[in-house]
């Protein structure tokens, strides 16, 4: 059992600059992370309880967005402490209630939470965001105002990266090997508006098809408060041989739920934040479920415990 808790964080500044033209326009913005966590890891490969008490910058970037007319818009992301663009896509707003959006973005999977925090090193963050399958990675977004927003999304799809994966698909745990037989993961999403309440659910099928993502929650927003409950579940199923000899799926699921809510106060924001994460692996027959981290293996449940304040002016 892992429990974390995170106590302060703060968020940067955006400037605005605009030309005399009203159609092109440039936003700078920046965004910063202090986080001060308090870690119980569970078991240690020597049965020992792991705590620690640490500092952290979990994020330091630089944001630019602008628009080339008023149809066509676009965004960069740059994380300065990893050195690396993050995100960088152009969005197309072909009528009022049609837009496609090209390039690296935040794909639509794992629910509410995985839609408003900012990125994966966020300090207010879900247990279950790691297993996340689809960080930020090319994709073609379709997005269309109908009983709210519904999107079909194209996405360069996943496949394990571990060093015994060959480019002709050997030794690989996905079924989408590096370099033959790749096809694009498809995600759907559709949000729906009643008034302050906004229901979400979203699927994605991905690795070729024998994967999958399902999530479910369900969006409160007014000028006080703005909260959310999510549910996700994650079936991945990795690219294993059966007794015989044959390919066969074997099924590793992760299933994951998180409560937040924050309180509107001027520039400074109190939230609280519960998630958990429960991990079903897959094991061989007659093998032994993994139950802890001993001997190094995934412990089989997490939970974040959250509650502070972060400042933001925009």
């Known amino acids: 059992m892992k429990l974390k808790s995170g106590l302060f964080s703060i968020m940067g500044l955006v400037l605005p600059l605009?030309?005399?033209?009203t159609a092109a326009q440039i936003e700078i913005g920046g965004e910063y992370h202090f986080s001060l966590f308090n870690t119980n890891d569970?078991?240690?490969?020597?049965?020992?309880?792991?705590?620690?008490?640490?500092?952290?910058i979990?994020?330091?970037?630089?944001?630019?967005?602008?628009?080339?007319?008023?149809?066509?818009?676009?965004?960069?992301?740059?994380q300065l402490d990893k050195r690396e663009l993050e995100r960088y896509w152009l969005t197309n707003k072909l009528t009022d209630d049609f837009e496609v959006s090209i390039g690296q973005q935040k794909i639509k999977t794992?629910?509410?939470?995985?839609?408003?925090?900012?990125?994966?090193?966020?300090?207010?963050?879900?247990?279950?965001?790691?297993?996340?399958?689809?960080?930020?990675?090319?994709?073609?977004?379709?997005?269309?105002?109908?009983?709210?927003?519904?999107?079909?999304?194209?996405?360069?799809?996943?496949?394990d990266t571990e060093a015994a994966c060959t480019n002709q698909g050997t030794g690989c745990k996905s079924w989408n090997p590096k370099d033959v037989q790749k096809q694009p993961g498809?995600?759907?999403?559709?949000?729906?508006?009643?008034?302050?309440?906004?229901?979400l659910v979203q699927y994605a099928s991905y690795d070729r098809g024998h994967s999958s993502i399902v999530s479910a929650g369900v969006r409160y927003k007014s000028d006080l408060i703005d909260s959310h409950l999510d549910f996700t579940q994650?079936?991945?199923?990795?690219?294993?041989?059966?007794?015989?000899?044959?390919?066969?799926?074997?099924?590793?699921?992760?299933?994951?739920?998180?409560?937040?809510?924050?309180?509107?106060?001027?520039?400074y924001t109190p939230y609280v934040h519960y998630s958990t994460l429960e991990s079903d692996l897959y094991a061989a027959p007659a093998a032994k479920k993994v139950e802890t981290n001993k001997d190094g293996q995934l412990d089989n449940?997490?939970?974040?415990?959250?509650?502070g304040v972060f400042f933001e002016n925009w």
């Open 18 to 21: 605009e030309s005399a033209a």
């Open 42 to 56: 569970g078991l240690n490969p020597e049965n020992l309880q792991t705590k620690e008490t640490d500092m952290a």
């Open 58 to 78: 979990r994020a330091a970037k630089v944001a630019l967005r602008g628009a080339l007319s008023d149809q066509i818009t676009w965004n960069v992301l740059y």
């Open 110 to 159: 794992y629910g509410w939470h995985r839609r408003l925090t900012s990125s994966a090193t966020s300090p207010v963050r879900g247990a279950y965001l790691d297993k996340n399958p689809f960080k930020d990675v090319l994709a073609v977004d379709f997005s269309y105002k109908l009983a709210g927003t519904l999107s079909l999304t194209f996405v360069k799809d996943y496949f």
């Open 186 to 199: 498809i995600v759907f999403e559709w949000i729906g508006a009643f008034g302050p309440v906004q229901p």
């Open 234 to 267: 994650d079936t991945r199923n990795a690219k294993g041989l059966s007794p015989s000899g044959e390919a066969e799926d074997q099924e590793n699921k992760f299933t994951g739920m998180v409560v937040y809510a924050e309180f509107k106060g001027g520039n």
């Open 301 to 307: 449940n997490e939970g974040t415990l959250s509650a």
